[in-house]
């Protein structure tokens, strides 16, 4: 997804390691190429697995790279699994599961 044509884009959520910022079933809107700061949420892609697109929390900057976590700690799969993640896009807009309307993405 590095190679987005556009600096926008829909991405599908699924799982529950974001609860409660993000549901399974929300659709989030992403801005490719936005600056990152620790506590973003972010679209990236786990170093050990890089097939495999995640949204997760950018905790810290770390081997040019992103050290990331879930808001859920009991569902895990986040950088104390997988490691160092390469951020592709920031998280900006959230469209609940069922809702029409999309929302700005609040931080912690």
Same mark, same amino acid.
């Given at each position: ?30 801005? &490719? ?17 890089? /097939? ?8 810290? %900057?770390?081997? %040019? ?5 879930? /808001?859920? /700690? ?7 699994? &997988? ?26």
């Amino acid at each position: 997804m590095s190679g987005a044509l556009l600096p926008w884009q829909f991405v599908h959520v699924t799982g529950p390691s974001m609860v409660p910022t993000l549901y399974d079933g929300d659709t989030v809107v992403v801005r &490719h190429g936005a600056p990152i700061r620790p506590q973003d949420v972010v679209l990236a892609r786990f170093r050990s697995m890089p /097939d495999v697109a995640v949204v997760k929390r950018a905790v810290r %900057a770390v081997d %040019a790279g992103w050290w990331l976590a879930s /808001d859920n /700690d009991l569902a895990g799969g986040d950088s104390r699994t &997988h490691g160092v993640a390469d951020v592709t896009a920031r998280v900006v807009l959230r469209r609940p599961r069922g809702s029409l309307l999309l929302r700005r993405l609040r931080q912690p």
